[in-house]
């Protein structure tokens, strides 16, 4: 459990390093790929745990942990907070397809968390502060993205439900 541990101090430690602003130029700095690099190895280090509970746990924080970089290093950008929401909603309909492709329903629930997160900055964050045609444009293409994921998510739907016996 040693490496647990570990693994909450770095992680307190990163969260404290996420929430500093961008040195630089966004994306291509130092610290945003070293910050990726940690990412990526979180996600490694979540196939070598044996306990698969820990070993989703992992994934979460990983996966946050993308979102908040996504978030730090678009969110600096001008109208970054139009990028950071088709980002994001690019990301939780990837994760929302796969897991409708794998039939894995933890993935379909991590994109479809994500799609709500979206909807919820939309109404909130972005109404208030993106200019008018990226508020368009960000409203149109998230609505005929929902519209599309809707048609298909009933033709991809064929989660396996655990079966209650009696």
Known sequence: FAAIWLFVGIGIWFVTRLAEGVDGD???????LTDLAIISLAVYSSTHINLKQVSKIYI??????????FLRELGSLPDGNGLVSITWGLTGSILLWVG????????????????????????????ASLNVIW?????????????????????????????KTT
């Open 26 to 32: 966004p994306i291509f700095n130092l610290q945003a």
């Open 60 to 69: 979460l924080v990983a996966y946050l942990a993308l979102l908040a970089w």
């Open 100 to 127: 409708l492709r794998r039939s894995q329903l933890d993935i379909f629930k991590a994109g479809f968390a994500t799609l709500v997160l979206v909807a919820i900055k939309l109404l909130i964050v972005d109404l």
């Open 135 to 163: 508020r368009i444009l960000v409203f149109m293409g998230f609505g005929g993205a929902f519209l599309f994921l809707s048609y298909w998510v009933k033709d991809l739907w064929n989660m396996k439900t655990p079966s």
